[in-house]
């Protein structure tokens, strides 16, 4: 079977918010939403940050990324998918140490048409609370100084989770 080909979305010269973020950029793009804060974890394989959006009561909601540039699921290496997926789970238990909620949520888009708007693979992990309608919810700005907060609550539970489980917990940067 010949798999299909698919074409990158990004524009030419295409500055990723997510690799300024993780490499530390200075001065970020314009057009970066992101601030130095938003970052929780970073490891040789993923990266973990707070999104700038959030919806409706949400305000800390986590994205978790390849370190390096990969656009979307199509890209991902065998050993990079299997470190998001872990790592996803890991900032579900930290989100149930931090905020308690009732559940969570992930939740991934792929090019125009699924819905992705930044072209780097980031896998959103939303907490969760009966009734919170968040589907329902219109997409909002998060202030920056409530991100920082929310990314340093996380990455400390992140922290001990990691720990719990006996694993290397120096990728964690925020907490």
């Not at 990004?10 to 970020?28: I, R």
């Amino acid at each position: 079977m010949t798999l299909p080909a698919w074409a990158s979305h990004a524009p030419a010269g295409y500055a990723c918010p997510f690799c300024e973020l993780v490499t530390g950029a200075s001065p970020f793009s314009a057009e970066n939403l992101c601030a130095p804060g938003d970052l929780l974890y970073r490891d040789e394989l993923v990266s973990v940050l707070i999104a700038c959006d959030g919806f409706g009561d949400h305000e800390g909601h986590a994205m978790v990324i390849p370190t390096a540039h990969l656009e979307s699921l199509y890209d991902l290496p065998d050993d990079v998918n299997a470190a998001i997926a872990v790592m996803s789970r890991l900032v579900a238990l930290a989100m149930k140490a931090a905020w308690r909620p009732q559940g969570t949520s992930v939740r991934q888009h792929n090019e125009p048409a699924g819905n992705q708007h930044v072209w780097h693979y980031h896998l959103h992990v939303f907490p969760r609370w009966e009734d919170d309608n968040l589907y329902r919810q219109l997409r909002h700005r998060v202030p920056v100084d409530v991100r920082a907060l929310k990314a340093a609550e996380l990455g400390a539970a992140l922290r001990g989770v990691l720990l719990a489980e006996g694993r290397d917990a120096s990728g964690v940067v925020a907490g």
